[in-house]
């Protein structure tokens, strides 16, 4: 694996920031763990696009009409925060992905991400979604918080975002989660399946 730069004085703060944070992704690429190598790129794979969310609201909205409503608004929510991710943030920030080499190839997904890095699209739909939903329904969302905080971690352990990425994608999803609240949708409102294209 790659080594990653060593800080220098007089080094601006952003490039200090960005050869921690290669640091720590090295770190992370040193762990041998079959939950790093194997469950956490395949949970990531399953979160593109927003199909495990997308699963999940459809298993929801079976329960009844309260699952439903909490579906729409986590539906609602994803497809905000794919928006202010993708289309606002992403290409304002255009900062490059990880370098190759700081994890182990087999974590790596085999199709590279294309968009910019800042923030991470992942961390912020997974947060988005988790939010509606506790939000609307407690006792689901509170399930779903642990699942979506692996799922925005598991972008960083296959090296694809830099953990200030996630933090800030997050922070994003939690925002635009609380905001969709407001939103109605469900029973007594509509709302659309979402498209998220962010990686």
Not at 24 to 52: C, N, W
Not at 132 to 155: D, F, T, W
């Amino acid at each position: 694996m790659s080594q990653p730069s060593r800080r220098a004085p007089g080094e601006p703060r952003s490039e200090r920031l960005a050869a921690l944070e290669q640091q720590a992704l090295q770190r992370l690429g040193t762990i041998e763990s079959g939950f790093f190598d194997e469950a956490m790129p395949r949970l990531s794979k399953a979160a593109d696009h927003g199909g495990l969310w997308l699963a999940i609201a459809c298993g929801m909205a079976l329960s009844g009409r309260r699952g439903r409503r909490a579906a729409a608004q986590g539906l609602v929510a994803l497809s905000l925060a794919s928006v202010v991710t993708n289309v606002f943030l992403k290409p304002a920030s255009r900062r490059t992905r990880p370098p190759a080499g700081l994890v182990p190839d087999t974590r790596v997904p085999l199709r590279a991400p294309v968009t910019t890095s800042f923030p991470s699209g992942h961390a912020a739909s997974a947060a988005a979604f988790a939010t509606a939903v506790l939000l609307e329904q407690p006792a689901l969302g509170v399930a779903l918080v642990p699942l979506s905080v692996v799922v925005a971690a598991s972008r960083v352990v296959i090296g694809v975002h830099y953990p200030s990425d996630v933090i800030a994608g997050a922070v994003v999803g939690v925002v635009v989660g609380v905001a969709a609240s407001a939103v109605p949708c469900g029973p007594g409102g509509s709302t659309s399946p979402p498209r998220e294209a962010g990686r």
